[in-house]
């Protein structure tokens, strides 16, 4: 009898090892909201919600150099989300936009920023954050480009960069 409860204690407990072994690799937990990009506002002057440009189309550089288009003719909203890169300490994105009245204007904007690794678990997807540094533009139909956030992360919520465009330019009524 002793030899049967040596053997059904030895048996419960590679079971009871077993299942905690399986529930700990079931517990982790992935991010479900796991695209990071940064969040641009298209605002006036006096910080309301701009006038949205007719058309617009964002192009940037991929690692290997060529081109890829990463905004395709968005209209009817002030607010949009890019990618960020994580191979290339600044972005450069070519903004071509559409007025109303068929004027079209090319600038292109530089973004600086430092890239961070996000490490989760071993199970989960790799991902970069990152810290927006500065941010320039050619000042053809956008005035000034201005930080609101610099920590670009998995929060969807928050606007990192807003946009101003010319007051005589692209974005007149």
Not at 132 to 143: A, F, L, Y
């Amino acid at each position: 009898m002793n030899r049967n409860r040596i053997v059904a204690v030895t048996v419960i407990s590679l079971i009871t090892c077993h299942l905690s072994l399986i529930t700990s690799c079931s517990s982790i937990n992935c991010p479900v909201e796991n695209t990071v990009a940064m969040h641009y506002a298209i605002l006036n002057s006096d910080g309301t919600e701009g006038q949205p440009v007719d058309t617009l189309w964002v192009w940037t550089q991929r690692s290997d150099g060529t081109d890829t288009l990463v905004l395709n003719s968005l209209t009817g909203t002030s607010t949009f989300s890019l990618p960020v890169s994580y191979s290339h300490p600044e972005d450069v994105l070519v903004f071509y936009m559409a007025d109303r009245l068929g004027i079209k204007t090319l600038d292109t904007v530089w973004i600086k920023k430092d890239d961070i690794p996000h490490f989760e678990s071993v199970d989960c997807a790799a991902h970069f954050f990152h810290h927006i540094t500065d941010v320039r533009c050619t000042h053809e139909g956008i005035d000034s480009i201005v930080i609101n956030n610099r920590t670009v992360d998995y929060n969807s919520t928050v606007t990192h960069l807003n946009i101003y465009f010319t007051p005589s330019g692209i974005n007149e009524n």
